[in-house]
């Protein structure tokens, strides 16, 4: 069914496979997805990173490109993952499930092709994973176009996920911006408020008065008041 190439994209002790949605695959992911919906009757699903598809070369697909060198290319089967989103979204809305929700997380911004086919969108693991300052991990205009849903109609969320930038970090530079922050679960967390909170003496308003008074290092002194004047 999956002719070629499956793309080994395991990690850790996590082994996976990426297939192409060109391939006969994407027709079997999503009718299993309504078959299993009706056996087992959930009402939902959420993905991980599955947007945008793996790149792919195969020519038995239609997939992939040459250069003026001879050389062979991969490319992204959008099309092809946009025809699935769309089926997915009939089957949990009205197919086989009535209101379900196709939640759908990703490592980046919206990628709305295929996005406009989800209810819910979750964003992390991105650029600001791992940077060690709000200005490199929260620039403003790159957290309201690919953090906030709204532009786009639909909702997201960001998770919380990574260091050296801590809970407190992330979630007032969210809620200044107007995007809702996703907690993590406990699995995620390391125990104690100390550990997943700085400046330690934050609480979420004084977060705010906080990431006021750092907003030079975050480059929108300009920008930002937390005064009624
Ligand atoms: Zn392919």
């Known amino acids: 069914m999956i002719a070629e ?4 994209v395991s990690f850790n002790d996590a082994k996976q496979y990426a297939s192409c949605y060109n391939s006969p695959f994407a027709e079997f992911m999503v009718n299993s997805y309504g078959y299993n919906a009706r056996l087992l009757k959930f009402d939902g699903i959420r993905f991980d990173t599955v947007v945008p598809p793996n790149e792919c070369n195969s020519l038995a697909h239609g997939c992939g490109w040459y250069d003026d060198d001879g050389n062979l290319w991969p490319s992204g089967a959008l099309f ?17 499930v ?14 709305m092709a295929v996005h406009s086919f989800s209810d819910h969108h979750e964003i992390g693991e991105g650029y600001y994973m791992h ?5 490199d991990a929260y620039p403003p205009d790159m957290v309201r176009a690919n953090m906030n849903g709204e532009a786009y109609g ?24 107007g995007v809702e922050g996703r907690m993590m679960d406990y699995r995620s967390w390391r125990p ?3 550990a997943t909170a700085i400046p330690r003496s934050a609480s979420g308003m004084h977060g705010i008065g906080w990431i006021a ?7 929108i002194g300009r920008m930002l008041t937390t005064s009624k004047s």
């Not at 190439?5 to 080994?8: A, E, S, T, Y």
């Not at 940077?131 to 200005?135: E, G, R």
């Open 5 to 8: 190439p499956v793309v080994n």
């Open 80 to 96: 092809s993952e946009r025809e699935a989103w769309k089926r997915f979204y009939r089957i949990f809305h009205g197919g086989e």
């Open 98 to 111: 009535t209101n379900g929700i196709i939640y759908t997380p990703n490592a980046a911004g919206p990628l």
């Open 131 to 135: 940077a060690t300052t709000l200005k």
């Open 154 to 177: 639909f909702r997201a969320e960001n998770n919380l996920k990574g260091s050296p930038l801590l809970v407190n970090h992330r979630m007032t530079a969210l809620l200044v911006n």
């Open 192 to 194: 104690g408020y100390e």
């Open 213 to 219: 008074g750092t907003r030079s290092s975050w480059g």
